[in-house]
């Protein structure tokens, strides 16, 4: 009896380990694909906000290369600070139409904006609206702003000023900024490393679980403005 009571506790032994051993397994092998799902969803993200910056352009009153002041819509690029995340507002072109055929202009309002979720309390999202470039007024948000990243914890650019990466806002249509493109935008997002129907948990730090990526884009029609400063041959890149 006592051998038998032995053999069972040692088989039972092995049983534990080798269930904890499997349960280690699935747990990396989720959070692996975890991580992998969030890193596509990111890349995805930042390669569409770049082609929309690296196609900005404004139009000035002396702008003869796009229509200056016999123009017959407004452009913007406008940076606005404000909370822990950043709102971007430009105007693009060579956009392509929706549908074949289209008579839509391939020149579009676009606007990025970090929300509150209506899905998720507590968290946010990053949204995108777009709109033909047909509007007057560029202060309102586009009718059709939709979720483009969901959880994000902040939403962060930074335009170039000639000598170093700028923390201020950009306003194309006032100030220093006027009728002007930055050279370039550092782009920055941070998002929950959880997937949608991963609730916070209570215990978690608050920097926990985040995954970011940046980007820096040049513009390409930011060689038609000129630089709010002059270059500094002492800038270090980091």
Excluded at 45 to 59: G, L
Excluded at 89 to 101: A, E, F, I, M, W
Excluded at 195 to 212: F, K, L, R
């Amino acid at each position: 009896m006592i051998e038998v009571i032995i053999t069972m506790s040692i088989l039972m032994a092995l049983v534990v380990g080798v269930a904890s051993m499997l349960r280690s397994s699935i747990d990396v092998k989720q959070a692996l694909a975890r991580e992998s799902r969030i890193t596509h969803r990111l890349s995805l993200a930042i390669n569409k906000i770049t082609r929309d910056v690296e196609q900005a352009f404004i139009t000035g009153l002396n702008d003869e290369h796009r229509g200056g002041a016999n123009r017959r819509f407004k452009t913007i690029f406008k940076i606005d600070k404000s909370g822990g995340s950043d709102k971007l507002y430009l105007t693009v072109s060579g956009q392509l139409p929706n549908r074949k055929d289209s008579q839509q202009t391939d020149a579009q309002f676009i606007v990025y904006e970090v929300r509150d979720a209506r899905d998720s309390p507590g968290r946010k999202h990053l949204y995108r609206g777009t709109s033909p470039l047909v509007l007057d007024d560029l202060k309102a948000d586009p009718q059709n702003m939709r979720v483009f990243v969901r959880n994000i914890k902040s939403f962060k650019l930074r335009p170039w000023r000639g000598d170093d990466w700028s923390d201020d806002r950009w306003d194309s249509s006032r100030g220093e900024w006027r009728d002007k493109l930055p050279q370039m935008v550092r782009i920055e997002i941070e998002t929950l490393a959880k997937d949608d129907n991963e609730a916070p948990q209570p215990g978690d730090p608050p920097e926990s679980g985040v995954e970011s990526v940046k980007s820096i884009v040049r513009l390409q029609n930011a060689r038609f403005m000129k630089e709010i400063k002059d270059i500094n041959s002492s800038v270090r890149w980091y």
